[in-house]
């Protein structure tokens, strides 16, 4: 079964509006978990790395205050985009690293489509 | 920094045919590890493989190997007698530790 949980799976807002994207370690606790993004017939591109208890680390281009990310437990991490837009559809996929096994699990990722 | 390279976009191949996805990565790290997943249309990501930049040793798994040539820093994986059920876009992935980088993708279509 998955290690790593992402809720939802599906969503579907109005533009203007916030949705927030939950990414779970099942099993385990990750000290780093990582968010990204990936538009259709493209590949995954990393958007953030968040590390428990601190504030996350943004790639170049990538806007914090648009998608804020919470790594509040060594559990969950949460991605809000914030005040969305048709333009933020895309499928967002989360990954978590186990520092015991040393290696990721990736969650089963997230279709956000905004109208 | 860290690159990983999939040269081809597409693939197309008949059932039964044998197939290699390349895959070449550039790194500064010593130790990495090296990842193919695979992604089907629903979109989740499959995880294949994994492997330690120490263990060159070939990986075998039914259908699916894995030729991993550090001198070259290249990490192929081959799909023999090729099934429909394994079209889908692969992906090879670097992590470095710090952050995993992924290839572009290799779209592989398997005809009937």
């Known amino acids: 079964g998955a290690v790593v949980s992402q809720h939802p799976s599906r969503v579907i807002c109005k533009s203007g509006t916030s949705v927030k994207i939950e990414c779970r370690s099942l099993d385990f606790q990750a000290t780093t978990m990582f968010w990204y993004r990936q538009f259709p017939k493209q590949s995954l591109m990393l958007m953030a790395t968040?590390?428990?208890?601190?504030?996350?680390?943004?790639e170049q281009g990538v806007e914090k205050d648009k998608f804020l990310i919470n790594h509040a437990s060594l559990t969950l991490s949460t991605l809000t985009v914030t005040s969305a837009h048709p333009e933020d559809s895309s499928f967002y996929i989360c990954?978590?690293?186990?520092?015991?096994?040393?290696?990721?699990?990736f969650g089963e990722g997230s279709w956000l489509t905004v109208v | 920094a860290q690159k990983v390279t999939q040269a081809q976009t597409e693939i197309s191949v008949v059932e039964k045919e044998d197939v290699t996805l390349d895959c070449v990565y550039e790194?500064?790290?010593?130790?990495?590890?090296l990842f193919w997943y695979k992604q089907p249309p629903s979109g989740e990501l499959v995880f294949l493989i994994r492997r330690n930049s120490f263990d060159e040793q070939n990986e075998i798994s039914g259908r699916y190997s894995w030729n991993f040539q550090k001198s070259t820093s290249s990490f192929n994986f081959t799909i023999t007698a090729s099934q429909v059920v394994d079209s889908a876009v692969y992906f090879c992935?670097?992590?470095?530790?710090?952050?995993?980088?992924f290839g572009t993708g290799t779209k592989l279509q398997v005809i009937p």
């Open positions: 968040s590390n428990e208890g601190s504030k996350a680390t943004y």
């Open positions: 992935a670097l992590d470095g530790y710090q952050k995993v980088t």
């Open positions: 790194t500064r790290d010593t130790t990495y590890y």
């Open positions: 990954s978590a690293r186990d520092r015991g096994l040393d290696t990721i699990y």
